[in-house]
């Protein structure tokens, strides 16, 4: 026998709020929320009154007081009597310098020791293993003043490339000076070339653009795009006919001609550095502070990269491999058409970190002097201004957005090149 | 068939031949060269090329580290003594900079007849971490010291009188007690609420006098030492075990934070731990040195190292949130619904059932992320703490040792390769001991 029996009808009780589950997670989250806007409240007020008692409220306008200070390596024009403003600027674009060309160099060093050490060789692989253990287990930081104090300590000064028979002499046909005040490089000039146009009138922002490489970057970009045409056609032609036609010198040609036209006509030469007096002149000076942040950076998280990109090629089943050795593919071909473009699926999302974590340690410039954003806004600005509230949470705001983009750019392409699954 | 073979073949064997042994060229020594350093014309030339690369590496290195002077007392007698033993030639260590500095880059300027303070620290830090680490061969009666041994380590260190951390202390002693006692009277979330509220109120207004009375009545205190002694790999070992042991449990607060379904708590969490992970430990670093105090309430102005190791907690337990999420996110939707369905309640589901899981699978995560912030502890020499780098330019700055650069870097170098190193070994030795699949 059943009986119906209604629900107990009963009151809403205070206890309830707790013991109820339907109530339960409101009023935990009504607290937490509660809880953390007392919090900041305080924080805030806190900030507010001390900041009262040592009579500098929050105020931004010493970004439009004169830096008067110098960076050396920067790539905009900028005097001492520029704003501070216009000196974080340069600072952003030198932190962006070091962490793109960072990343470059530590993705190419990390996939080819991953790969090493891999390698059926065993010496290789033993090489690589204490490679990467040596830089992981030790502070990046260590690597960084290590490669400053090695660039500086080891190298030959300027003068030693004086004279008749001089001690050091410059490499790559006369074209690069390794010394201890940096690397001076050649630079590209032109003779015929049109004239720069200038950006944002005088305003901190101000920018040369230069219409050569604007030009470069035009006709570089159209060939590359007629060059993907051609390889459109052969492949539509290759699955109408059966027969792939030959178009590689097609190819070259439209990637090559018009560019070394262009070349020609604005007429490019190298300007290599000369050794005048006591230092070299000419070409681009690339400073020790720079070289030293770049390699330490770019070999501290390549051993990083070498790891994941080693278990990302681990995490390929091995039937991969023979099944392509199987079809007769060449095993460096397997390598590159088989496993690689199925690890980097594994791979991507912990680069993506890689990557984020090498820009924030770019940050470290600071023990060398390389003149960052730490090191004009989080340094020299705030210690000239006192402002330490405004510059270190304007410092965190940029790195903050430095790394959403970062990872928002990175989490776009993961999602392209994601296994598609249902 | 068989007449086919036999008026096509002159000979058939029908007996089986003796197992021979295999050529001299394929086991072995030769074999295992042969196999893996010489299998073909390139992997020949890549082994020729390494080890001409070791060789020129070890023939640089070698003599400089064990043909050395250890006994000199500044950059120029030691280039004396070189010059002496071994002529014109460059390439000696003077490792005379580590003999006569190594308790300063050990201690920085810690007070030398207190040295044994840190050492016996240390030598507790082992024997609370050997019950953890090492559950299977440490009896656990150490845990009392484990237990103990925050309290310990604060005044063994920085001095003063010991009621201070023991009326500490007590404050998680009472709040035990009310969980224990009232539990009964006012439900065990009511105890819950009432043993924080005392133990909060005790710390706040009752630890003070209550550990001045006793002091005054049983004066037990030790030398005080002021933070700004500290240094060295003392102040490296400090701050990351600190921010090691602090960060695991807020890390995984906020990982649980993380992965709830109350909305707010949800994004107070996520918005922690990306705004952390979003900025470099510089950063929290300078808010440390210039910033921590205009947070807080005017007048207000604690140690700096505390205030270090604020930060450095923070930052480390936004990064053991995210590995410990993964570990999270890794566990099957059943152990979740199979804690459910017996009956248990979120903490104790997370208690028994998912944390011990999830916490197994994120090990490597864990450990490296201790590494990671060990590695990070030099950062302070940039805000002017005197760590092992700090005390590298600070022993520079000596005229004695002007100029001195690869023996220190080498030192310190050596003595983080081993800590970490040792680490992450530790934690491959843990995967394999908690393996329970089969395979």
Redo the contacts between chains.
């Keep these: 026998m059943t009986t119906v029996t209604d629900p107990p009808r009963e009151g809403f009780r205070l206890s309830m709020l707790?013991y109820d589950t339907r109530y339960r997670?409101a009023t935990?989250?009504?607290v937490?929320?509660m809880g953390?806007m007392l919090l900041a409240a305080w924080?805030i007020n806190?900030?507010i009154?001390?900041?009262n008692?040592?009579g500098k409220p929050i105020d931004f306008g010493f970004f439009t007081d004169t830096a008067s200070y110098d960076i050396n390596q920067r790539l905009l024009d900028y005097n001492s009597r520029d704003t501070h403003l216009r000196a974080s600027f340069i600072g952003l674009l030198n932190t962006l310098v070091v962490a793109a060309l960072g990343c470059v160099t530590a993705t190419i060093i990390g996939v080819f020791v991953g790969v090493a050490r891999l390698s059926?060789?065993?010496?290789?692989a033993r090489?690589m293993t204490v490679y990467v253990?040596?830089f992981?287990?030790?502070?990046?930081?260590?690597w960084i003043?290590?490669f400053m104090?090695f660039l500086i300590?080891s190298l030959p000064s300027p003068s030693a490339f004086r004279g008749e028979d001089a001690a050091s002499s410059m490499i790559f046909n006369d074209n690069v000076a390794i010394t201890n005040r940096g690397v001076y490089i050649p630079e590209p000039l032109f003779s015929r070339g049109f004239s720069d146009i200038h950006l944002f009138g005088d305003s901190p922002l101000r920018m040369d653009v230069s219409m050569n490489l604007i030009a470069i970057i035009v006709v570089l970009g159209i060939s590359i795009f007629v060059m993907r045409r051609i390889r459109a056609y052969a492949s539509k032609t290759q699955e109408a006919t059966g027969i792939r036609p030959t178009t590689w010198y097609y190819q070259v040609g439209v990637l090559f001609a018009p560019i070394i036209a262009l070349m020609v006509f604005l007429g490019f030469h190298l300007g290599k550095p000369e050794l005048s007096g006591f230092n070299f002149s000419g070409g681009t000076h690339l400073r020790n502070s720079l070289i030293a942040l770049w390699l330490a950076l770019s070999l501290y998280t390549a051993a990083f990269i070498a790891e994941i990109v080693r278990g990302g090629i681990l995490a390929i089943s091995h039937g991969q491999t023979e099944a392509a050795g199987a079809l007769g593919i060449r095993p460096n071909r397997i390598m590159s058409l088989v496993v690689l473009p199925q690890a980097l699926r594994v791979i991507i999302p912990p680069l993506i970190s890689n990557y984020?974590n090498l820009t924030?340690?770019s940050?470290?410039a600071?023990?060398v002097g390389y003149m960052d954003i730490?090191g004009t806004l989080?340094g020299i600005t705030?210690n000239q201004t006192g402002r330490?509230?405004e510059c270190?949470l304007l410092?965190?705001l940029v790195?903050?957005t430095i790394?959403?983009a970062i990872s928002a750019v990175m989490n776009w392409y993961n999602n392209r090149v994601k296994l598609v699954e249902r | 068939m068989s007449d086919t073979h036999s008026n096509t073949v002159a000979y058939v064997r029908d007996t089986m031949l003796p197992e021979a042994a295999p050529p001299p060229t394929e086991v072995g020594v030769v074999g295992w060269t042969r196999k893996?350093?010489f299998?073909g014309w390139f992997?020949s030339i890549?082994?020729i090329i390494?080890?001409l690369?070791?060789y020129y590496v070890l023939a640089g290195i070698l003599p400089w580290i064990f043909q050395s002077v250890w006994t000199a007392d500044s950059l120029t007698e030691c280039r004396e003594i070189m010059q002496a033993t071994w002529g014109e030639s460059h390439g000696h260590a003077c490792w005379g900079v580590i003999r006569e500095r190594w308790p300063q880059l050990l201690f920085g300027f810690y007070p030398t007849e207190y040295y044994w303070r840190p050492i016996l620290a240390m030598a507790l830090l082992l024997v609370s971490l050997a019950p953890i680490l090492f559950a299977d061969r440490v009896p656990s009666k150490f845990l009392y010291v484990t237990l103990a041994y925050p309290f310990i380590m604060p005044w063994l260190m920085w001095g003063g009188t010991i009621w201070n951390p023991i009326m500490a202390a007590m404050g998680f002693v009472l709040a035990g007690l009310i969980i224990n006692y009232a539990s009964d009277v006012i439900g065990s979330?009511g105890s819950m609420i009432a043993a924080v509220a005392a133990a909060i109120l005790w710390w706040l207004f009752l630890t003070t006098p209550v550990a001045d009375v006793f002091a005054s009545i049983l004066p037990l205190a030790m030398e005080t030492v002021e933070s700004r002694q500290f240094g060295g790999f003392m102040l490296s070992i400090l701050i990351g075990v600190v921010a090691i042991g602090c960060s695991l449990p807020i890390g995984i607060v906020l990982a649980l934070g993380r992965q709830s379904?109350?909305?707010?708590?949800k994004s107070?969490c996520v918005g922690f731990i990306e705004?952390i992970?979003?900025?470099?430990?510089?950063?929290l670093l300078?808010?440390a040195s210039?910033?921590l105090?205009?947070?807080?309430?005017?007048g207000t102005n604690f140690d700096i190292i505390l205030r270090v190791i604020i930060m450095v907690t923070l930052f480390a337990s936004a990064y053991m949130a995210e590995v410990i999420r993964g570990g999270l996110a890794a566990l099957p939707k059943g152990q979740y619904e199979g804690a459910d369905s017996l009956g248990l309640d979120y903490w104790q589901a997370q208690r028994l059932i998912i944390m011990p899981q999830a916490l197994k699978i994120s090990i490597p995560g864990i450990v490296s992320t201790f590494?990671g912030v060990f590695?990070?502890t030099?950062?302070v020499?940039?805000i002017g703490l005197l760590d092992p780098?700090g005390l590298a330019n600070a022993i520079r700055a000596d005229s004695a040792w002007t100029g001195i650069?690869?023996e220190l870097?080498a030192f310190?170098?050596a003595m983080?390769?081993i800590f970490?190193?040792s680490m992450?070994r530790y934690s491959m030795y843990l995967e394999r001991k908690l393996q329970t699949d089969h395979r």
Aim: glycine share 2%; proline share 5%.
């Design positions: 707790i997670s935990i989250q009504i937490a929320l953390f924080l806190n900030t009154q001390n900041l008692a040592l059926p060789n065993w010496l290789v090489i253990e040596m992981r287990n030790v502070p990046v930081l260590l003043v290590l104090a300590e984020l924030k340690n940050s470290l600071i023990a730490t989080g705030m330490e509230l270190v410092l965190m790195y903050l790394s959403l | 893996n350093l299998s992997n890549v082994t390494c080890l690369l070791i979330l379904d109350l909305l707010i708590v107070i705004f992970r979003g900025v470099p430990l510089i950063t300078f808010v210039t910033l105090n205009i947070f807080l309430p005017p590494i590695k990070d030099v950062l020499s940039i780098l650069y690869w870097f310190i170098g983080f390769f970490c190193f992450s």
